[in-house]
Nanobody
Framework: QVQLVESGGGLGQVGGSLRLSCAASGRASSNYAMGWFRQGPGKDREFVAG????????DVEESVKGRFTISRDNVKNTVILQMYSLTPEDTAVYYC????????????????WGQGTQVTVSS
């Protein structure tokens, strides 16, 4: 069992930045790939970025590539989503998720989820 707790959401400005953090705990959580997903109003949950268990391989969705970065610290058991150049389209609830070993872009392949953190971008 892996427990995930997101933090760092809130109100951001267009063109500004926000930093989301996901704290993982539980059995062998450092052996899990971690993903960030988001769900905007009336939209399906979509993949944003992910990092494999060793932190060496990352995958970033094309619409946020160059603006968002993902990193992990297996000593602190945290995963960071750093978001720059925010736009109103980034407004969503952001979820952290975990699955064994390697990143997947499919939400259904993640057995563990955090409760989500709201990000609202306004001008």
């Amino acid at each position: 069992q892996v427990q995930l707790v997101e933090s760092g959401g809130g109100l951001g400005q267009v063109g500004g930045s926000l930093r989301l953090s996901c704290a993982a705990s539980g059995r062998a959580s450092s052996n899990y790939a971690m993903g960030w997903f988001r769900q905007g109003p009336g939209k399906d949950r979509e993949f944003v970025a992910g990092v494999n268990w060793n932190g060496g391989d990352t995958d970033v969705e094309e619409s946020v590539k160059g603006r968002f970065t993902i990193s992990r610290d297996n000593v602190k058991n945290t995963v960071i989503l750093q978001m720059y150049s925010l736009t109103p389209e980034d407004t969503a609830v952001y979820y952290c998720a975990a699955r064994p070993a390697v990143v997947s872009r499919t939400p259904g392949q993640y057995p563990y989820w955090g409760q989500g953190t709201q990000v609202t971008v306004s001008s």
